[in-house]
């Protein structure tokens, strides 16, 4: 994972989000949390409540996870950090979606149906910002 990234794009948000606040937040690596859902994508909070509010958060996703289509109430925006992914509209064919790795950005707007995907032989982490609070409406078909 290419930490000093993690660390610069951490530093930036918290600073611009914080700006009046009367302290650091600093977190090394050995810090952060993970919780697992049962699908086996796991999420460490950096800061928010994600089911209540906006938030900040890294996403771990197993090497081949495939979201079913859904949709989130408000827009999320991501960096990698590790592994490749691609994010792809409802629809739409994932053979020709752009594939994103460490580095890359990504945003998802409310409201969209889409599909993610870890397609790297590692797993994939990012660092995610939602302007709202998470949730993942599975679109019916």
Not at 58 to 87: C, E, F, R, W
């Amino acid at each position: 994972m290419k930490l000093t990234l993690f660390a610069s794009i951490v530093a930036s948000v918290v600073a611009l989000e914080s700006a009046n606040a009367e302290q650091i937040t600093l977190l090394d690596a050995n810090d952060f949390v993970w919780e697992t859902t049962p699908e086996g994508v796991a999420f460490s909070s950096l800061q928010g409540d994600r089911f209540a509010e906006s938030y900040q958060a890294l996403v771990k996703l197993p090497a081949g996870t495939i979201s079913p289509p859904h949709v989130k109430s408000a827009n999320m925006y991501g960096v990698m950090l590790q592994g490749d992914m691609i994010h792809y509209v409802d629809g739409e064919n994932p053979e020709t979606a752009k594939k994103i790795g460490p580095g890359s950005f990504y945003s998802i707007p409310s409201g969209l149906a889409h599909i993610s995907a870890c397609i790297s032989t590692e797993p994939c982490i990012a660092y995610l910002y939602q302007d709202g609070a998470f949730d993942f409406l599975p679109v019916q078909k």
